[in-house]
């Protein structure tokens, strides 16, 4: 009996430019014409990616700027809006790893709660707060191996295995914070996470280097790529993303630099929440689309016997996205005790978790596994933030922004549904 040959699996395309190497499409450059073209039989065949929720973001930003014209975009809401997205960001970043496998995670909240009770208690004992965050980052990624190996090797259903670990996890942070109350946190560098903001110049000289850095990769391999006569889309198309980036990030900038503050006290600056988030983003995207472990993941939550056959170890990247998924909960935790100054004893119960699933979902990452990017974790979570802040700023009771968020997911989850099945029919 011989032994399958071993093949390198890659990542299932899902871009324009690349769909057009398989359509047989001349190499090279394709024109503007061409391209819409293209993306246009992209989304009639089911492959929306992320743009329900792009055009669900604007229209509630829209709304919610006529219902609320003298605050809703002030500078000061729109701080507090980055803070508010930013731990439900970072969870569902992490998160979207395992729906990608087609899996659930129902336990990364709690997983925050303890990944922080942890650091507030090392704290108290007058340890540094760099080693406190490291070390609760080890106790998320022993946590993550556990429910990972629970789902690969012993082969329990993730749903089981995390919703049992959901629960024992609290009386895990309990027994660490103990029955008083809550532990504060009286660090200013772990305080200044969701609390603090960037000085003012600091602020533009990120926001502009990133832009550089943005067009100058885009730029480079558009360049590289026309260079060896591959599928590349138009210069135009190039040229515009950058455009896009550099206005939304630039007034952004702008407005975020001027003081927002009604007291003496100067209150500007980007809050440093922003670049968090934004370098995770960054980094967990060229692992999804630039690694071979990304790919890996890809083809798993796409056909998970098919890349066994392959010769991918499909339980060492299911312990990998658990591990991955348990460390950015941690962070989570760790930017939301920031926000309170403390930890309590239900850190990361409640809605925690659903909304960081909603995020996920409604950004794009498809509920049935292999299609989703580390982006729809960002739109996702500025929709759930917007929704919230909105409906907050109208005066309108808790129990809409509940209805609204669950009708804003059940569409979300119609339209992957929807998607998936013209995919299949497509045969894409």
């Not at 106790?139 to 049992?164: D, E, K, Q, R």
Request: net charge positive; glycine share 12%.
């Amino acid at each position: 009996m011989t032994t399958p040959k071993k093949v390198e699996v890659t990542k299932p395309v899902d871009d324009v430019e690349a769909r057009a190497m398989f359509a047989g499409d001349a190499a090279g450059p394709v024109s503007l014409g061409q391209y819409w073209q293209q993306y246009t039989n992209k989304l009639r065949a089911g492959d929306v990616g992320s743009l329900p929720a792009i055009l669900g973001l604007v229209v509630l930003l829209i709304v919610f700027t006529i219902a609320a014209p003298g605050t809703f975009l002030s500078t000061f809401n729109l701080a507090n809006l980055l803070t508010q997205a930013g731990s439900i960001c970072v969870l569902a970043m992490g998160i979207g790893f395992v729906l990608l496998l087609g899996h659930i995670d129902l336990s990364a909240g709690v997983i925050g709660g303890v990944g922080a009770g942890v650091m507030a208690e090392m704290l108290l004992k007058g340890l540094p707060w760099y080693l406190t965050i490291l070390i609760a980052l080890l106790v998320g990624v022993v946590m993550g191996v556990f429910t990972g190996v629970l789902v690969s090797a012993v082969g329990i259903p993730s749903f089981v295995v995390t919703l049992a670990t959901f629960l024992a996890y609290q009386g895990v942070l309990l027994w660490i914070i103990g029955t008083g109350g809550t532990v504060p946190i009286n660090n200013e560098v772990i305080v200044a996470v969701s609390n603090g903001n960037m000085p003012v110049t600091l602020g533009w000289i990120v926001v502009i280097a990133s832009i550089a850095a943005y067009a100058g990769i885009n730029l480079v391999v558009y360049q590289r790529r026309r260079s060896a006569n591959l599928v590349t889309p138009p210069l135009q198309v190039i040229v515009l993303r950058i455009v896009v980036i550099a206005v939304l990030l630039l007034g952004a900038t702008f407005l975020l630099s001027q003081n927002r503050s009604k007291g003496t006290i100067p209150l500007e600056g980007i809050p440093w929440i922003a670049p968090i988030v934004g370098v995770l983003l960054v980094f967990w995207t060229f692992i999804q689309n630039r690694t071979a472990f990304g790919r890996h993941v890809y083809a798993v939550g796409g056909n998970a016997e098919a890349a066994r056959r392959a010769g991918i170890r499909v339980g060492q990247i299911t312990i990998a996205c658990f591990v991955i998924s348990s460390a950015m909960a941690v962070i989570s935790g760790i930017i939301a005790a920031s926000r309170l100054n403390s930890v309590t004893p239900d850190a990361g119960a409640g809605n925690t978790l659903l909304y960081a699933v909603a995020a996920a979902v409604i950004g794009g990452t498809s509920l049935f596994g292999g299609k989703g990017k580390a982006r729809d974790a960002i739109i996702g979570g500025l929709v759930i933030a917007v929704i919230d802040n909105g409906l907050g700023l109208l005066g309108l009771q808790a129990y809409i922004k509940y209805i609204v968020t669950g009708l804003v997911l059940l569409l979300a989850a119609s339209v992957d549904a929807i998607s998936r099945r013209r995919r299949a029919s497509a045969g894409r």
